[in-house]
């Protein structure tokens, strides 16, 4: 059984930073990649950025310049560094592990920007 926790979310200014946490837990094939999706209300889930086991890395338009996405030490670990916040980062941030067609989940953790 795979499990994710997300951590470090929470409320912060426009222009602040939070950086999110997510470690993954049980039996996980090695070669995988690991990302953040996030959920706005009313929207659909979207990508934000994910990382492959080899360390490529990729984002989207919206949070270029401004997010970086890394692993741990712990390779099941990865973090999300947030600079430059904008209310329209305002969501539920997921952690996702995918393993071929295998897709895990975590609870989410909710960031809030405010203007």
């Known amino acids: 059984q795979v499990q994710l926790v997300e951590s470090g979310g929470g409320l912060v200014q426009a222009g602040g930073s939070l950086r999110l946490s997510c470690a993954a837990s049980?039996?996980?094939?090695?070669?995988?990649?690991m990302g953040w999706y996030r959920q706005a209300p009313g929207k659909q889930r979207e990508l934000v950025a994910d990382?492959?086991?080899?360390?490529?890395?990729n984002y989207a338009e919206s949070v270029k310049g401004r997010f970086t996405i890394s692993r741990g030490n712990a390779k099941n670990t990865i973090y999300l560094q947030m600079n430059s916040l904008k209310p329209e980062d305002t969501a539920i941030y997921y952690c996702?592990?995918?393993?071929?067609?295998?897709?895990?989940w975590g609870k989410g953790t909710l960031v809030t920007v405010s203007s």
């Open positions: 996702n592990l995918r393993v071929g067609r295998m897709n895990y």
């Open positions: 049980g039996t996980i094939f090695s070669i995988n990649t």
């Open positions: 990382i492959t086991s080899g360390g490529t890395t």
